[in-house]
């Protein structure tokens, strides 16, 4: 059976699923169930001594919708849309303690990790939560530096406008590094351009690890009505969001070299491979609790070791950024791929009935001939695979171009357009040449 264990942060983790702060870590019971399930662990509900943020969750609002934006009744499929409003914890963060004691040993008891979660009025504050936190025993702490509502509450600074600025994201972890001995992760926003400076800050400031990512901040609109959905803007999140958040995980787990915690844009444990192979060392899990319940939390695990078996990875160290090694660097590594062709099964084809791959083709690569069939013209396909996906029959396959084929005319990147000095030094992207050749632009 595969081995699901994990250091993190020097912290030994059972598995690397853990439940996300948000609702569902916002009561001891609630917490509790978490580790009943198989959490490895629970990272509570950011508590806070911003007033306004407590009131806002008493005033939460969610809605599910579906791919078309109208709003789910029953059951949700894994496609959906979770767009809501809601603050950090309503209870005051002194009052916690001795809960965070009583359910840090609960977690120990079942080898797991109840985790603190911080969002501050200002740098004392940071460091006030934080310590109560490490007093209490907790093993680390996550700087909610991702929380997308503070910036549309007038006089209330935190959450994603943290973790916009690197100086600031920079002066708020060290300050808090300094004050506490347990390590200290930072929740990142996705509401910026630069992720990947960020975690490079963080990390500076002597960060342990980054959390890639916390949600948007997104706008939804019922047609029907034409009214805003939830009175205006609110966060969103949902399955659609995991290739963007991949995406930064990517970057980080290239060029930063920092331990990252994946969130955003689980449902099961298809994700959470997806997750790792990318970069993540654990992830943690939000919405998809709220919507299916605790209950949930099993079949992501459950999941993970199945596939992990099945696919003969012995341990998670075994998938832990696999692809994002095997990615290219940048598109001209791309460019150096072999070439590839479309090919048509004449036997199943329905042409001249059906003609959609003959449309969808953008390089004038197919057409149909007046016997009713469809032809290629390995002279301009350039391999996209459009065709293949488009064609209801599985009629399109796609083939090695060979050497030999290229030599006689099939399609090829000309030499050196994509490989002069300067890897995209070309004739159709230089600015330079762009404004030799624009009387327009020379003349400025
Ligand atoms: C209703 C709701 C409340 C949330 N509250 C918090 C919070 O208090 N602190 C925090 O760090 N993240 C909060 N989050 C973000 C989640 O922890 C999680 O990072 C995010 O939802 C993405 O993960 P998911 O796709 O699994 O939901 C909240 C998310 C939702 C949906
Ligand atoms: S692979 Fe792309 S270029 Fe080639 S035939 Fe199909 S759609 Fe056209
Ligand atoms: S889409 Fe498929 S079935 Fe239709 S014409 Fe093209 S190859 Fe034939």
């Known amino acids: 059976m595969a081995d699901l264990t994990t250091e993190f942060c020097g912290v030994r983790f059972k598995n ?25 662990g629970a990272i509570i509900k950011t508590l806070t001594d911003i007033d306004d943020m407590a009131v806002l969750t008493m005033n939460s609002k969610y809605c599910i919708m579906d791919d078309r934006g109208d709003i789910i009744r029953g059951k949700v499929p ?21 809960d965070l004691k009583e359910i840090g040993a609960y977690a120990r008891d079942r080898d797991a990790h109840l985790i603190g979660s911080a969002g501050a009025r200002d740098i004392d504050g940071w460091k006030d939560i934080c310590r109560i936190f490490e007093d209490c025993g907790l093993p680390m702490v996550e700087l909610n530096f991702g929380c997308p509502h503070p910036a549309m509450m007038p006089g209330v ?32 926003t996705p509401d910026q351009t630069t992720p990947v400076e960020i975690a490079k800050a963080v990390k500076e400031a002597g960060a342990a690890a980054v959390t890639a990512t916390n949600r948007y901040t997104g706008f939804a609109v019922d ?28 970057n980080i787990y290239r060029d930063v070299g920092i331990p990252i915690a994946g969130s955003n844009g689980i449902f099961d444990h298809r994700d959470v ?31 993970l070791e199945r596939f992990m078996d099945g696919h003969g990875y012995p341990d998670l160290e075994s998938m832990r950024g696999i692809a994002t090694k095997a990615s290219v ?13 479309a090919a048509v099964n004449h036997d199943t084809c329905q042409n001249p ?45 796609m083939e090695p171009t060979t050497e030999q084929q290229m030599a006689e005319g099939y399609f090829r990147i000309p030499d050196g ?3 002069k000095p300067g890897k995209f030094a070309t004739r159709r992207n230089n600015m330079e040449t762009i404004r030799l050749n624009s009387a327009g632009l020379a003349a400025e």
Not at 166 to 183: F, K, S
Not at 223 to 250: C, D, F, N, S
């Open 16 to 40: 690397p699923v853990v439940v996300a702060s948000l609702e569902t870590t916002n009561s001891p019971d609630l917490m509790k169930q978490a580790f009943d399930y198989g959490a490895a």
């Open 78 to 98: 894994r496609d959906f849309k979770f767009y809501s409003r809601s603050g950090y914890s309503s209870t005051y963060y002194k009052d916690w303690i001795p």
């Open 157 to 188: 600074h935190g959450g994603s406008m943290i973790g916009q600025v690197a100086d600031v994201a920079h002066e708020v972890t060290r300050q808090v590094c300094e004050a506490v001995g347990i390590p200290v992760m930072i929740k990142l």
């Open 223 to 250: 047609i029907e009505t034409g009214q805003p959905r939830l009175g205006g803007p609110a966060g969103i999140g949902g399955t659609w969001t995991k290739p963007l958040t991949l995406r930064y995980i990517h």
């Open 273 to 303: 491979v997806e997750f790792l192979m990318t970069g993540s060392d654990i992830v943690e899990v939000g919405s998809v609790l709220m919507i299916k319940g605790m209950k949930w939390l099993p079949n992501i695990i459950d999941g």
């Open 329 to 341: 660097q940048d598109y001209s590594d791309q460019f150096r791929k072999a070439r590839i062709h």
């Open 353 to 397: 009935t059906c003609n959609i791959c003959v449309q969808m083709c953008f390089y004038e690569a197919l057409s149909q001939n007046p016997a009713g069939s469809i032809d290629v013209h390995p002279d301009t396909c350039i391999g996209c695979e459009l065709c293949l996906d488009v064609c209801p029959f599985d009629s399109i396959s």
């Open 417 to 419: 357009v994509y490989e």
